[in-house]
């Protein structure tokens, strides 16, 4: 076996070497690549791993992708697990480069340090990303990798080389915001509807009731890697006043509400690429885009957003209190939605505990429960107002029973309560939830 694996790599770089240098025939590369996939990807990432020209490196990196590109779910298991067990780091070189740092720390110890303790993994991805469209497969195949560490703790190792190495790619440095509007390429508003999770787009007119009117704004982030898949957009109301629901934001008429309005409401954020979670953008399109506005649009005075609150409902249901058992009860039953004075006399008590939810309830790691709450706290807004009920949708009901939130975003204040929840945990909260807190 070993002896065959050797043959083969000895024959994988020979027939890319003569490829890359315009000799040999198709048929050489094919023969020489005749093994099953999972046995294609590991020969070429030992082949990357060694000494080869750059040439070379570049087409063994592109056939390396190309045999991912056909593994089985069970075979991608496999390969993530050769890349925690074959790329990791080497104890003995840690061991004598920390060494050398204590006896002598100066710069050069350090970087020979610092150079131990990396994984080889993250060598191994940058040269896979050196094949013509490689960031986007990368990105997909961390994708896999998050879905197999649901099933295999033990792969989480690698994630953080992938998240090392994404968050450098992507950099905000690397990434230009654009404002999408109805004369924006086809290619990219197929995107849009696509990628649009918050609020569904049922079709065509839907789209254009988001992008034509003089009162509705969208703006995106993209990477060149990415092409005319949009990282992340944000979708803008401009409203007089604050929003308490979302029906009329999303199937109100054409209005010249954006002449005097003052305050837009960013009603639905989204994130495209599964493979990109944790790499943070939002905070970055939001900023931009509140700067843009304030440019072109002098009377707005409020930065709001109209947000779910997606684990409202799970964490009512798992409390191990009579108050909010009572509440999850009288929720899940909907005999309250058609119902105006059963809606009057639970909102004190949705209020209540939706305040304890957002604002003093914490995970095991320190932060809010709720995913909406961590991103726009973690931006350097303040949970302002809560609305009950806001979203009448299914979807809406079955997670957060219709709560929405209003998070204000407060530019001379953004900095600070970022740095607050950050350090801190604290979240800032408007005087609605201050009173509801008390209740």
């Not at 024959?11 to 590369?29: C, I, K």
């Not at 409902?313 to 798992?318: M, P």
């Not at 209190?321 to 949705?350: F, G, H, M, Y």
């Amino acid at each position: 076996m070993v002896k065959q694996r050797l043959t083969f790599l000895t024959d994988f770089v020979e027939a890319v070497t003569r490829r890359t240098r315009g000799a040999g025939s198709e048929a050489e590369t094919l023969k020489a690549l005749a093994l099953p996939a999972l046995e294609r990807i590991n020969a070429a990432c030992s082949v990357l791993m060694g000494r080869i020209g750059d040439a070379a490196r570049v087409a063994v990196a592109e056939q390396a992708l190309t045999a991912y590109s056909q593994l089985q779910p069970d075979e991608k298991r496999y390969f993530f697990q050769s890349l925690r067990d074959d790329y990791g780091v080497d104890a003995g070189k840690i061991r004598q480069a920390y060494a050398t740092w204590h006896k002598n720390p100066d710069a050069g110890a350090v970087a020979n340090l610092f150079c131990a303790v990396e994984p080889a993994r993250q060598t191994l991805l940058r040269r896979l990303n050196l094949a013509p469209g490689a960031t986007s497969q990368l990105v997909a195949m961390r994708q896999d990798l998050l879905q197999a560490i649901r099933n295999d703790p033990t792969l989480a190792p690698i994630d953080q080389d992938f998240s090392h190495l994404l968050t450098s790619w992507f950099n905000r440095g690397f990434l230009s915001m654009r404002r999408i509007d109805w004369n924006t390429s086809a290619a990219i508003l197929e995107q849009i509807m696509r990628f649009e999770s918050v609020h569904k787009m049922q079709g065509w007119d839907d789209l254009k009731r988001r992008l034509s009117p003089d009162d509705r704004r969208l703006y995106a982030f993209f990477h060149p890697a990415t092409g005319d898949v949009p990282l992340i957009f944000v979708e803008v109301a401009l409203t007089l006043g604050m929003p308490d629901a979302i029906a009329p934001i999303l199937t109100a008429p054409e209005s010249d509400t954006h002449v005097e309005a003052d305050t837009a409401v960013f009603y639905s954020i989204n994130n495209s690429l599964a493979g990109l979670k944790g790499v943070s953008f939002g905070n970055f399109l939001i900023k931009q885009v509140v700067a843009e506005l304030s440019r072109d649009l002098p009377n707005l005075k409020s930065f709001v957003t109209l947000s779910p609150a997606p684990g409202f409902a799970r964490w009512l249901a798992y409390q191990n209190d009579d108050r909010a058992a009572a509440l999850s009860a009288a929720l899940s039953a909907n005999d309250w939605q058609d119902a105006p004075e059963r809606i009057k006399a639970l909102r004190p008590e949705v209020e209540a505990l939706a305040a304890r939810y957002i604002v003093t309830e914490r995970q095991d790691s320190g932060l809010p429960p709720d995913p909406v709450a961590r991103f726009h706290l973690g931006n350097g807004a303040s949970a302002h107002r809560l609305n009950w009920p806001a979203d009448m949708a299914p979807s809406a009901q079955k997670a957060a029973h219709g709560l929405m939130i209003n998070y204000l975003y407060e530019l001379t204040q953004i900095e600070t309560r970022h740095e607050a929840f950050v350090r801190d945990g604290h979240v800032a909260h408007g005087l609605q939830l201050a009173n509801a807190l008390a209740r």
